[in-house]
């Protein structure tokens, strides 16, 4: 039995009604990628110097080759490259512009980025230094209790001093005590 309806069978793929059918979308950032790479492509010397060898045999060929073999004579102020010339410019200076817009666009999502990152920056750094005094003052009010290694020192050596000075009242106490009897 033959399906005549168009319903979605469990045997194919989705989406999948054949090649004809399909209609590709044109990605909608597409010309503006175009013209970025038109207008690099004119800001190049290589245009520039390909431009130049263009009018240059063209100006050429049109003076100095047979009469019946010039497409654009001299006799008619080389028109067709006045054409030619004149809509090249007509298409490149738009071009050029959207570049130019696309590119003020990036630049301005960019310094918005920057700013916020800078904004955050700040944020953290102010955090940090109130952490830093917090840490300073809880530090200045212990150090009244905490111990450091000059004082340690003089007070261990205080201490052997004192035991010391029992070492040797006990000998002298043990000498007596061995004197009397």
Do not use: C, H
Not at 63 to 83: C, E, I, K
Not at 115 to 123: D, G, S, V, Y
Request: hydrophobic share 40%; aromatic share 6%.
């Amino acid at each position: 039995m033959a399906r005549t309806s168009r319903q979605p069978s469990l045997d194919a793929p989705r989406g999948r009604t054949g090649m004809l059918s399909r209609n590709p979308q044109p990605s909608r950032d597409r010309f503006g990628r175009f013209s970025e790479a038109f207008a690099r492509g004119m800001g190049t010397s290589g245009f520039l110097i390909g431009m130049t060898v263009f009018v240059a045999v063209w100006l050429l060929w049109n003076t100095f080759a047979p009469v019946p073999l010039q497409f654009d004579p001299r006799a008619t102020n080389f028109t067709l490259l006045t054409l030619i010339l004149s809509l090249q410019a007509s298409y490149a200076a738009p071009l050029i512009l959207l570049a130019q817009n696309r590119q003020d666009d990036r630049d301005r999502v960019q310094i918005e980025q920057d700013r916020q990152r800078a904004e955050r920056n700040l944020a953290d750094t102010e955090y940090l230094a109130r952490e830093i005094v917090a840490l300073r003052m809880v530090v200045t009010d212990v150090s009244e209790d905490v111990v450091t290694k000059d004082v340690l020192r003089a007070e261990i050596k205080a201490l052997l001093e004192q035991l010391d000075e029992r070492s040797a009242g006990a000998a002298r106490s043990g000498e007596k005590d061995s004197a009397d009897s």
